[in-house]
């Protein structure tokens, strides 16, 4: 009798040791796992065996394969059978954890919602029980957190900020009444992300002081402290950068930058917590680092440092295509999204705008492979589009893009934004009166401007001000430009500065003073350069060499002459490479989700005349 007790367990651990050795190997062999897993269910197992066999069998197909169909089926009879075996609550919730951010990826909200709310109930009557230090509390507390969390991604999926707030207060009050600081400050911060989206910034301030303080008085794992000070660190740049305030945010990134550094030298420490409630994880180190990388591109760009944002953007890539080989976490395909979008726009300003529509081709098909990410970025991208509309002159083609991404979003900045480009398409169009006038009161940096945002408001100043300057008002269009460049300087907006610069400089050669001229058109130069901002620098370098030509200075002229036959050729070359693309046909797609293949057509079709 003994040995046939015993007998199942040794069969049972040596195909568990033969599918973790599979799972594990370099690269993983997974198809191998699975076989031993589902190799179980032939000895007839019990029922808890059976059940935390389907959990693995689905956790397994959900995060290593594509198969989702089959990890639904397994997670969801993991669920099922967990249900029926008392004080099993570690399955019931990881079970419940992972069935649910899989019908998040699949958009079956419905699904997921009871599914989350009977873990949740589950989890809240044993919170009262005395087995709540014994061993499995630990998986019990942490996938009931997350059964929390998931369906505060739900509410939040479904544009109910509110009652995504509800549910991580709700789960900070449980987290301080079994005595987590940690975990409290996991949902105080996740909180205070939410609060940013709904704009509530009065309510955002406290919040900080508050996690800072407990942030910094916490004692515990040395990984949590420091991933707990890195969340709180990624909230306070995010708050600054929503803000547009690009000078104001570089102490806390640079202390950002030192806690991801710590994080990478320390070794996860297996010694569990002596509270189950602090178990939950924010994210892995290495999830983490991308994510550092990723506001770091966030700030580069806004600042104009485009090769510092190419130069992170390049590691992130690299770290996300290594952690894509061993995890299908949706996260990492939205970190490389934002990422691509955030490059697109650095090559745009560089000159790049071939290789900014491949990439922009590449974020469709990462789009087409999650509705719920095309559902997320589509505003984002239609805009991407718009803004290459504008550097080939498809200036109709531009206003649709823009149309249609206005259309999609309801995030103010991002409307703010598009307004603003819009209005630049109507400024360049010059037989668009009408709509223009509506825009621009709609974006008035002077009255009811619809956002906090520096920057927006900044490149509002300055859309003003070459309005003015196409209808001849100079003075009116210096006020604009002095004010764009009063705001740009207060916090090192540098694309921002150039632009208003080179502009200024053309406004005082309109009105003969050659020498003021020359004061704004050389920094301009040096600043676009710096940056590097193709369309600045060849703008420039056609004023310059007007000026020098003005001024008699021969040498200089012909030198500058010589950089604008440069940056023409570079520009043209591009355009061309840019329009013969068959990606190109892209600036044609205004509707429904991103075509799945592109017809290549017959050369460029677009004027060059605005370029050159």
Known sequence: MASNVEAPERWYLALLGFAEHFRTSSPPKIRLCVHCLQAVFQFKPPQR?????????????????????????????????SQQVPQFEDVKFEAASILSELFCQQNLVDSAKPLLRKAIQISTKNTHMKQLHNFRSYEKVAYSNSCNTILVQLHTLEKDL?????????????????????????????????????????????????????????????????????????????????????????????????????????????????????????????????????????????????????????????????????????????????????????????GHKATALQEISQVCQLCQQSPRLFTNHAAQLH?????YCISVNCMDNAEAQFTTALRLTTHQELWTYIVTNLASVYIREGNRHQELYSLLERINPDHNFPVSSHCLRAAAFYIRGLLSFFQGRYNEAKRFLRETLKMSNAEDLNRLTACSLVLLGHIFYVLGNHRESNNMVVPAMQLASKIPDMSVQLWSSALLKDLNKALGNTMDAHEAAQMHQNFSQQLLQDHIAACSLPEHNLISWTDGPPPVQIQAQNGPTTSLASLL
């Open 49 to 81: 065996i059976e059940a935390r066999t389907h959990l693995q069998l689905g956790s397994v197909l959900y995060h290593h394969t594509k198969n989702s169909e089959l990890a639904r089926s397994h997670l969801e009879k993991a669920w099922f059978i």
């Open 383 to 387: 805009t991407l589009l718009g803004l």
């Open 162 to 350: 509110v009652s995504a707030c509800d549910l991580l207060g709700v789960g900070a009050e449980y987290a301080r009444v079994v005595g987590s600081e940690y975990t409290r400050a996991l949902f105080l911060l996740s909180k205070g992300m939410l609060l940013l989206m709904e704009r509530k910034l009065g309510e955002v301030h406290p919040l900080l002081t508050l996690c800072g303080t407990i942030v910094e008085n916490w004692q515990g794992n040395p990984i949590q402290k420091e991933s707990l000070r890195v969340f709180f660190l990624v909230l306070q740049v995010t708050h600054y950068l929503d803000a547009g305030q690009v000078k104001s945010v570089k102490p806390c990134l640079k202390q950002l930058q030192q806690c991801i550094q710590t994080i990478s030298t320390l070794h996860d420490d297996e010694i569990l917590p002596s509270n189950p409630a602090d178990l939950f994880h924010w994210l892995p180190k290495e999830h983490m680092c991308v994510l550092v990388y990723l506001v770091t591109v966030m700030h580069s760009m806004q600042a104009g440092y485009l090769e510092k944002a190419q130069k992170y953007t390049d590691k992130a890539l690299m770290q996300l295509e290594k952690l894509k080989m061993l995890d299908c976490s949706p996260i990492l395909s939205t970190f490389q999204v934002i990422l691509l979008e955030h490059i697109i726009m650095c090559r745009l300003v560089t």
